[in-house]
């Protein structure tokens, strides 16, 4: 069974620096989908951004970006210029891509606090 | 309609009784699926249905819970004789390509 793991259940960062949060991985498969889901307060969970496993380069949305270790099956999450907003839960999960294997594997999340 | 929508958004029940939970998923979506998240966890799939057909469940699913989606459309989410156990956020999201999953607020279902 994939395992997802998320050591840091608490991080701050000061408001316009970097942040990063990390999430290892544990599977047998090649092919997959990584995934980071933010939760704020009392709302709903939203798409962060997205990893192939077979895409060597990088994601990037914006201020968010990721280091795939497909080897070190690791996923870090850099948060560029943090912002107010970006005070959250953070989600790492999991999935594969075949029909019927989308359901989603979470860790147990990173609280993400900004101070202003 | 912008997003998945649940109702209610929070319920107070007496161990025992029975509640259901509804989820209207973003209507050109196929697939829907329930999680559960306690607290301090990350959510936890329970069931996914593609259209009307319930494809996966969930050993977390026990026969005093059960799923419907009459029609490919919204989907309900029953708990019979509640248990203190029980008390939990129940997440619906729904999605049309593979993982990307849009969720809804959610439900707290708090048993007493």
């Known amino acids: 069974a994939q395992t997802v793991t998320q050591s840091q259940p608490e991080m701050s960062v000061q408001e316009a620096e970097t942040v990063t949060l990390s999430c290892t991985y544990d599977t047998s498969e090649s092919d997959y989908y990584l995934f980071w889901y933010k939760q704020p307060p009392s709302r709903q969970m939203i798409l962060v951004i997205r990893?192939?496993?077979?895409?060597?380069q990088n994601a990037t949305e914006n201020r968010f970006s990721v280091n795939f270790q497909k080897a070190a099956k690791s996923f870090s999450l850099k948060i560029s210029d943090s912002q107010l907003g970006d005070a959250a839960m953070y989600f790492c999960a999991y999935s594969l891509p075949n029909f019927g294997n989308e359901k989603l594997t979470f860790g147990t999340g990173t609280r993400l606090t900004i101070i202003p | 309609d912008t997003g998945v929508s649940q109702d209610p958004r929070h319920k107070i029940t007496k161990r025992g009784q029975n509640v259901t939970f509804r989820c209207d998923p973003i209507s050109e979506h196929n697939r829907l699926y329930w999680y559960r998240q306690t607290l301090g966890q990350g959510p936890e799939f329970l069931t996914y249905?593609?259209?009307?057909?319930?494809?996966?469940k969930s050993r977390l699913l026990s026969d005093r819970f059960s799923a419907e989606r009459p029609k490919g459309s919204f989907s309900t989410l029953e708990i019979q004789r509640t248990e203190q156990g029980d008390s939990a956020m129940y997440l619906c999201?729904?999605?049309?390509?593979?993982?990307?999953?849009?969720f809804g607020e959610g439900s707290r279902l708090t048993v007493l």
């Open positions: 990893q192939e496993a077979y895409k060597q």
């Open positions: 999201a729904s999605s049309l390509s593979a993982g990307e999953l849009f």
């Open positions: 249905f593609q259209n009307e057909a319930q494809l996966e």
